[in-house]
């Protein structure tokens, strides 16, 4: 595996060592976008969140068929940092109707303010580019075959069967694969404490007990799924 292999690590140890409340953004969102979000509240928490005319207007502005897309990611973002019951159900209501990536970022953290306020455990929030369920995340794998070469039916047949038992003998949940000529990508949850690099490892090196086609310069990511192009260039490096 290439670089990932040390942040992956890292990320489950970092991880291990939290102690409180999870909450996994289940949501794709781009982690720029995310990025954006966040800075976003952070410009508004010197508001005084306890008026509440403050808090009503926002919430009608979620409403409002006239609402512009700048007042409506004003508002969720607004009533996520408030703290407010009524605040979490009205972003609620709205992410149904109007499903977005800051309409859920804006859930998220409206759901952990209200758990914040109400309980005496701590609250960690764990975002990525893919995003997760529960305690799992979601990832991303490439493989590619040894020399560039296609796969056989039996081969991709194989690939399916170990790369799924691995997966699952982990207690993960396999969303997608795709077996191309010459590559195969995974899109998987697993929980945060699986050690990803081992687990696939062990599949990939099951299939090559039936003649070492797997490169095993596999890479993995939980931040993107690759583009057509990104996925070319891969094909084309050398190891």
Not at 41 to 68: D, I, W
Not at 144 to 157: C, I
Not at 168 to 185: A, C, D, V, W
């Amino acid at each position: 595996m290439r670089s990932d292999s040390n942040a992956l690590k890292d990320l489950r140890h970092s991880l291990e060592r939290l102690k409180g409340n999870l909450h996994v953004l289940e949501t794709n969102v781009p982690v720029e976008r995310q990025m954006e979000y966040f800075r976003f509240t952070e410009a508004l928490r010197n508001y005084k969140f306890t008026e509440e005319g403050l808090l009503e207007g926002q919430m009608e502005v979620l409403t409002l068929p006239e609402s512009s897309s700048d007042e409506i990611r004003y508002a969720l973002a607004y009533l996520a940092i408030s703290g407010d019951v009524k605040a979490y159900r009205a972003i609620e209501a709205y992410h149904k109707l109007h499903p977005s990536e800051w309409a859920s970022l804006a859930l998220m953290q409206a759901k952990i303010m209200l758990e914040t306020e109400f309980s005496d455990e701590k609250q960690v929030f764990i975002s990525t580019g893919l995003g997760g369920k529960d305690n799992q995340l979601r990832f991303y794998a490439f493989f590619k075959s040894n020399m560039r070469k296609n796969f056989s039916d039996y081969q991709k047949q194989l690939i399916e069967k170990e790369i799924t038992f691995s997966i699952q003998k982990h207690q993960g949940e396999l969303e997608k694969i795709y077996i191309g000529n010459n590559y195969f990508t995974v899109i998987f949850l697993i929980h945060i404490q699986v050690d990803i690099k081992n687990m696939l490892e062990e599949a990939i090196a099951e299939c090559n007990q039936f003649g070492d086609f797997i490169n095993k310069g596999f890479i993995i990511t939980n931040v993107k799924v690759f583009s057509e192009e990104e996925i070319q260039y891969e094909l084309m490096r050398r190891e």
